[in-house]
């Protein structure tokens, strides 16, 4: 890094990762890196070419696909070989299959090294995910770890799919988050556990607005200790 801190957020689908990064990235003026669409994008691959269950198959492709992302005016836009494919990544199908796609190993490997590429030489990143804060980034300067009831967060997820226009049943998703649950902290290879040292934060009964000020305290805090700027 060359002049800011590595905010790392991790926690389960549906705890409000994406929104208080993306939020917490705007207001610093740091490069935010949503590494579960980079999950969703290669599973997305995997399910196009009949891939699924053929995890060799779905490393090679992931190796030589290009895969890009585009954060700009608080949204992510996600490019697969030159496809704009951001609407596609959250359908009911690419949801089912993440979890089992994100845990092959050597997938882990090719995102975890673009990842740290895309943060070289920023001067500040929030990166959020399942294992940042224990994986990708374990030396961050700022770690998170956001959780929230099961019933809260599959609401949410109703809500984003009912926003990408597609309408899907609560039972179903909350069926779908538990198993999801399961699968990303049972996983031998960098499943979602909390770091000792991160500042935890239940969203269940809290605003996105009073998540991100208390992401923000914990930012200044260690941007104070380190004799750092914040925009």
């Known amino acids: 890094m060359l002049n800011g801190l590595i905010i790392a957020i991790d926690g389960p689908a549906g705890s409000g990762k ?14 935010y890196i949503d590494t579960g669409a980079m999950y969703r994008a290669i599973t997305f691959l995997a399910l196009s070419n009949n891939l699924i269950g053929k995890d060799d198959e779905i490393v090679s492709s992931a190796k030589q696909c290009d895969l890009k992302l585009k954060f700009s005016e608080g949204n992510t836009r996600v490019e697969l070989n030159g496809k704009d494919i951001t609407s596609r990544i959250r359908s009911t199908e690419v949801n089912q299959f993440v979890s089992d796609v994100s845990k092959i190993k050597e997938i882990r490997k090719i995102l975890v090294e673009k990842q740290r590429e895309m943060s070289r030489n920023s001067g500040g990143v ?13 030396d961050a300067d700022v770690k998170i770890f956001l959780t929230a009831s099961l019933d809260i967060r599959a609401k949410r997820r109703v809500k984003d799919f009912m926003n990408n226009g597609e309408v899907v049943a ?40 009073e998540q991100v000020s208390l992401i923000l305290e914990k930012v200044k805090q260690k941007a104070d200790e380190k004799k750092l700027n914040l925009k």
């Not at 994406?18 to 490069?31: C, F, H, N, Q, R």
């Not at 198993?179 to 239940?202: E, Y």
């Open 170 to 209: 609560l039972d179903d998703i909350k069926k779908n988050i538990s198993t999801r649950d399961a699968i990303d902290s049972g996983r031998d290879d960098s499943p979602l556990i909390q770091a000792p040292d991160a500042f935890v934060i239940d969203t269940t009964n809290v605003t996105i607005d």
């Open 18 to 31: 994406s929104t208080s990064a993306k939020m917490v990235a705007e207001k610093l003026g740091y490069l």
């Open 126 to 138: 929030v990166m959020e995910g399942r294992d940042i804060s224990t994986v990708v980034f374990p």
